[in-house]
């Protein structure tokens, strides 16, 4: 019975997966294969690297910097959150310590295609990790650019597939671990500044569509956690109801606190699957 790992993005939100990952790191939790969008692509590919702390890092230090997150930049034309420079200090951390994409954990990760409106599903490697990395964690419209891989072009994978567990399954996973970052019972609202959408992604109609779309895709995802298929195992970990980090949270307190929430519900969820097992 295949076993993957899915993590869903979120921005800074991501700090919670970071803590999750890092508890099982330790306790060397093994699956057959990992699917991320957005963050979560960029929190397994230290996981699938098994680096343990580099994803904290990443989003404390180098994610709070201005390099990052400028509304001044946005307003003069540039992006507010640069994520090619954001991931290219992950990957400069990633080559000091020798690590590797190519590990026992094949890493897959959703970039939605403009042309399409829909999520597609690349297997990183050494020669496409840098474009999908950025490629995925491409916000609209804080991000400006949109990248090319391969015939393609690719923005934010949390657009078309936030919480990529459907297409685990269709991979043949019949165990699922999902690392959410919202707390459960969250539904995400209708879109809101949807002018602000058409007159950016109006010459990319099937984009616009997806992104107006956005809440009730995400919301169908939710409908599949709560009735998974009958020959499907799921385990969802997801942050308490005070998990107070938002999107472009910059407060390095509140994201500490988001980490250690995830390595107490990763401890927690593990402990519940020990259980489960025995009974």
């Not at 165990?175 to 019972?185: D, K």
């Amino acid at each position: 019975m295949k076993k993957a790992l899915v993590v869903e993005g979120g921005a800074m939100r991501g700090v919670f997966a970071a803590g999750v990952l890092d508890i099982f790191l330790a306790r060397k939790q093994a699956f057959d294969f990992a699917i991320g969008v957005s963050a979560g692509a960029t929190n397994l590919a230290s996981f699938v690297s098994q680096i343990p702390g580099l994803n904290k890092t990443i989003i404390t230090d180098y994610a709070t910097k201005r390099e990052f997150f400028s509304p001044l930049r946005f307003i003069r034309g540039g992006h507010m959150t640069d994520v090619h420079w954001l991931w290219h200090q992950c990957r400069s951390q990633l080559d000091e310590r020798q690590a590797t994409v190519a590990t026992r954990t094949p890493l897959y990760v959703g970039v939605t295609n403009v042309d399409t409106g829909q999520c597609d599903y690349l297997q990183a490697n050494h020669e496409n990790i840098d474009d999908l990395m950025v490629a995925s964690c491409s916000l609209p419209v804080a991000y400006r650019d949109q990248t090319r891989i391969g015939k393609h072009t690719y923005i934010d994978g949390g657009v078309a597939d936030a919480i990529p567990v459907r297409k685990a399954y269709e991979m043949g996973a019949r165990e699922i671990t999902v690392v959410l970052s919202q707390p459960l019972g969250f539904e995400k609202p209708a879109t809101k500044g949807s002018w602000l959408m058409e007159k950016m992604y109006g010459h990319q109609p099937a984009l616009l569509d997806t992104l107006l779309r956005r809440p009730d895709i995400y919301n169908e995802t939710l409908a599949f956690l709560r009735n998974p298929p009958a020959d499907l195992t799921l385990n969802i970990i997801a942050p308490p109801a005070g998990f107070n980090v938002k999107r472009l949270t910059m407060a390095r307190r509140k994201l500490e606190r988001g980490y250690k929430l995830g390595k107490i519900a990763a401890l927690r969820s593990l402990k519940e699957q020990r259980h489960d097992q025995a009974a």
